[in-house]
């Protein structure tokens, strides 16, 4: 599960009773909203009144407001990205709970990909509304720097971003000024006016100060909010105020920045009560405070902590709440800085954090524990957090963040603890640095070899073993991969079922890869079974659909669609939380309808993954959904829409077991040669190295056949009919009905272009022969008009017969946008030929180009056929029409009426 979230993050702080109102601030932010930019930035040092500020104008500016309050916890991307989409479940209850989802998986998407996700949600919301982003200063993260340029590149216009912050962020600041899209406010904007440092002195403070005092005192603080604010407490404890004492209090309020500190610390601090003051300085050492928290730290009774918060918060003495409950505070970042100077290293100092440790760790926040054993520093303790924290943290992908902690530990702790190696190994692995995961694993090794009681660590050496196997499988070594995940099964705890299932399913998907799809498809369903009988419903469900996956490859699309079907019914038994991951189920019930022409269908089935889809906890949902959209506006015609969603499930993809088939970049050239871009196409085959006399391979395949569509828009089919054979020889032994009908569609299109019509329809009659008990539409119908026009000419060969594939071709000629009133005109100008053999739909058009003013090369382009190609079909006309020129031909063509 994602790590529970600090709600008091999210609170827009609340107006201060009686605070000085800023009007010609609040114009300016305005402006900067109704004039429609991007972003306002107010960047200020410590003290400058940036919170209040922004807080005083969204309180004002009429639109719903979205607030994240940053500390240094939130460098890891994947926490901060939680946090936004939590910030922003504020103006929506249910925003964003995809990402959340998708969050919790083992090993989340990359950051872009997530963003693109966040973009395209937050682009639904219809009211405008302002994003604010508090103490942005405290992130040192350059991810989430280029994350957020990314959100500000193409940020929807109802959303408005405002960052406060101590320090300019690594932003495109320039570029976003120069087109107007910033507003910024900086410590000159932000310093106190002499009237408004008159206000808050005379009527916020309760002083009594003369003009000339004021204006001296905003003079010596240059208008700094947090210095006039500790003056002025300072002065509260004055005998006499508007006589000689302050006058020397102000005319001595100089010096360089850190020696007025220390004496404002100084005067605030004395007039404390002894208890108060032992309060501020213990407790400084933590970032969040609340009562309990307090006491356990200063190791006093019950709800003394509570009501100093409270007084302490009455008294306006540098304390903020963070809840509109005023449950948890914090101290004002300067404030609680001078405070831990103050306190120094006194020899109880590491009491204190062990103290705040015990107590977060009884509370369930084992962050804050870990943190504050660090700082004790107690490494023995700070690690058994670490490996405490591991399993929940590595669920919530947070592993970024959990090796951020680990690496603070001195390595001759870490390299102590067997589990904690392991756990580093694992950890390394999540994030891809697949040499210092070996490196962890193997110092897991050393130091269980030196272990007395092995019995406490038997699991260690096939979790070993597993995490190679992985390691092995992301560097694409199917024999390491097999070798290690039998060593796992060997070295595994016979109790140890999860890690032997999981140790065999990696061994099944090394066949997948290898093109034996029923191997692997076996292996999966042992794999459910043996999930089953440990109770682990959620992944009996989430394999379903990948088993789904190898049925379409086999050419099963009706044994997927049941078993989608019962898999989905099954979730419905077992709750909501087995029924978000059905979203790729729906999805690719979805798809077989889409394959099938059932539109109605897939309307419907969309409609239910795009509620499902917010939800899913799967890790590859986002490259899915855009996989399934792609096919979707390739089948519309939408090339460039196409293209994009390419792009966006590239971003989204992340490395799995499950073998990439459709390579991206393969099925964009694909959509290059449906653009007539063949530059780009070849481009591609120029930069995956691609040649027609490659070995056949089942994941090469793909790309095989793709490059054999580039050669034939190129009119060079040297080689190719001998490169679809291997692949075909290959998925026939395999089984692979999905392989094969791809193979012999594309052997059909390019016999056509060859002009070679017998082997174009022989081919295509395979195809059709295999397709149609299994009810394939789409994977004809999106070749297009050449696909066509070739499966019009098989209908005219079959036509005087009865033929079992005639209905279904009918339906499929009927199912082009084009084909009703194109084939009827065809049958009328065929019917009135008085030709022993008809022209086909392909001599047609070339009959009518041959009666245009083009020339030869000028027809073949046109057509997408090489000129050779374009020669062999004007023979056969002349053959057919009895003729022997091209004006011959145009005038028998006349006569026949076939123009």
């Known amino acids: 599960m994602l790590a529970p979230l600090l709600a008091t993050k999210l609170y827009l702080p609340p107006l201060r009773p009686g605070m000085v109102s800023r009007p010609r601030l609040i114009e300016r932010l305005n402006e900067g909203l109704t004039r429609g930019g991007k972003l306002t930035l107010i960047s200020a040092s410590a003290g400058f009144g940036k919170t209040t500020l922004v807080s005083e104008w969204l309180a004002r500016c009429g639109r719903p407001v979205a607030w994240l309050s940053l500390d240094a916890g939130d460098h890891d991307p994947l926490g901060f990205l939680a946090y936004l989409v939590a910030a922003l479940q504020t103006l929506k209850g249910d925003f964003g709970e995809g990402i959340r989802a998708t969050l919790q998986t083992p090993q989340p998407p990359p ?24 103490d942005y200063h405290t992130l040192e993260a350059r991810e989430i720097d280029q994350a957020l340029a990314f959100l500000l590149d193409h940020q929807p216009p109802q959303m408005h971003l405002v960052i406060a912050t101590r320090e300019d962020p690594h932003l495109p600041l320039a570029r976003l000024r120069a087109r107007g899209q910033l507003t910024e406010l900086r410590a000159a904007d932000l310093r106190f006016a002499p009237a408004e440092a008159a206000e808050f002195l005379t009527r916020m ?11 001296a005192l905003e003079a010596r603080t240059e208008g700094w909010i947090a210095g006039l604010q500790m003056a002025a407490l300072a002065m509260q404890g004055l005998p006499t105020q508007g006589n000689s004492d302050a006058a020397h209090f102000i005319q001595s309020f100089t010096g360089s920045h850190r020696f007025v500190l220390d004496y404002l610390m100084e005067e605030v601090l004395e007039h404390q009560p002894s208890e108060v003051q032992t309060f501020l300085l213990q407790t400084s050492i933590l970032e969040r405070l609340c009562g309990p928290l307090c006491e356990a730290v200063l190791g006093s009774s019950p709800e003394t902590g509570k009501d100093i918060l409270k007084a302490l918060d009455r008294a306006n003495l540098f304390i903020i709440p963070l809840d509109s409950e005023r449950r948890w505070y914090r101290y004002h970042h300067l404030f609680g800085d001078l405070l831990r100077q103050r306190l120094g290293k006194p020899a109880e100092l590491p009491e204190l954090h062990l103290r705040a440790s015990r107590w977060y760790e009884a509370n369930g926040d084992l962050p804050a524990a870990f943190h504050h054993a660090l700082a004790a520093p107690d490494f023995p303790c700070a690690a058994h957090l670490a490996e405490a924290a591991w399993q929940g943290m590595e669920r919530s992908f947070q592993t970024p963040a959990w090796l951020g902690w680990v690496k603070k530990l001195p390595p001759a702790v870490v390299s102590s603890r067997p589990w904690l190696c392991l756990q580093l190994g694992w950890a390394y692995s999540d994030v891809g640095e697949l040499s210092a995961s070996e490196t962890s694993l193997q110092a897991a090794e050393r130091v269980l070899a030196g272990m007395d009681d092995q019995e ?32 796992s099964v060997e ?19 090394t066949q997948w890869a290898v093109g034996n799809v029923e191997a692997s498809f076996q292996a999966m369903h042992t794999w459910m079974e043996d999930m089953q009988k440990l109770g682990n419903h959620l992944y009996v469900i989430a394999s379903a659909f990948v088993v789904a996956d190898m049925q379409v490859i086999l050419g099963h699309l009706g044994e997927a669609e049941k078993g989608l079907q019962k898999t989905i019914q099954q979730a419905e038994t077992f709750g909501p939380e087995a029924e ?29 993954v795009a509620n499902l889809g917010q939800h899913t906890t799967l890790i590859d949902w986002p490259y899915r959904w855009n996989l399934a959209q792609t096919r979707l506006k390739e089948s519309a015609g939408e090339w460039e829409a196409a293209l994009q969603c390419l792009d966006q499930a590239q971003r989204g993809y992340v490395k799995n077991p499950i073998p990439i088939l459709h390579p991206v970049a393969a099925h964009k050239a694909r959509i290059y040669l449906k653009q007539r871009r063949l530059d780009k196409a070849q481009a591609w085959v120029q930069a995956r190295g691609l040649s027609v006399t490659d070995e056949a391979s089942y994941l090469g395949e793909y790309e095989h056949l793709t490059l054999a569509r580039v050669r034939l828009a190129e009119g060079d089919f040297t080689g190719v009919h001998e490169m679809l054979e291997r692949l075909l020889t290959l998925a026939e032994a395999q089984k692979r009905a999905g392989s094969v009908l791809d193979i012999l569609i594309t052997r059909a299109l390019i016999h056509q272009a060859q002009g070679d019509q017998p082997q174009a329809l022989a081919a295509l009659e395979r ?8 009810g394939y539409l789409r994977i004809f119908v999106d070749e297009g008009e050449a696909m066509r026009l070739l499966i019009a000419d098989f209908r005219m060969l079959i036509a005087p017969r009865t033929h079992p594939l005639l209905g279904y071709v009918d339906r499929m000629l009927d199912f082009f946008p084009w084909s009703k009133e194109d084939g009827l005109r065809s049958k009328i100008a065929n019917q009135k030929s008085k030709m022993v053999e008809p022209l086909s739909e392909r001599e047609l058009e070339v009959l009518k180009l041959l009666r245009s003013e083009l020339s030869g090369p000028e027809m073949a382009e046109r057509l997408i056929v090489s000129l050779n190609t374009l020669r062999t079909h004007t023979k056969n006309i002349f053959n ?4 022997n020129t091209r004006r011959g031909a145009v005038r028998r063509a006349e006569e026949l009426e076939l123009f």
Do not use: C, W
């Open 205 to 215: 403070m309760g002083l009594k100060l003369s003009e000339p005092e004021v204006a």
């Open 580 to 608: 978000v991951v059905t979203a790729h189920h729906h999805l690719g019930l979805a798809m077989l309808a889409h394959e099938r022409g059932e539109e109605e269908v897939v309307t419907q089935r969309l409609q239910i």
């Open 491 to 509: 070295l595994a705890p016979e109790d140890d079922f999860l890690t032997r299932a999981q140790a065999a399913i990696t061994l099944g998907f």
């Open 767 to 774: 195809a059709l022969t295999l397709a149609e008990p299994e």
């Open 111 to 134: 950051l872009e990909g997530l963003f693109t996700v966040l973009l395209n949600e937050i682009a639904t919301l219809t009211t405008p509304f302002v994003l604010v982003l508090d």
């Open 880 to 883: 057919k029409l009895g003729v």
């Open 456 to 487: 406490l660590f038997q699991s260690i050496p096939g979790t070993i073993a597993l995490i190679r196997a992985g390691n092995a499988q992301i560097e694409g070594n199917l024999a390491e991969t097999v070798r290690y995940a039998r060593l």
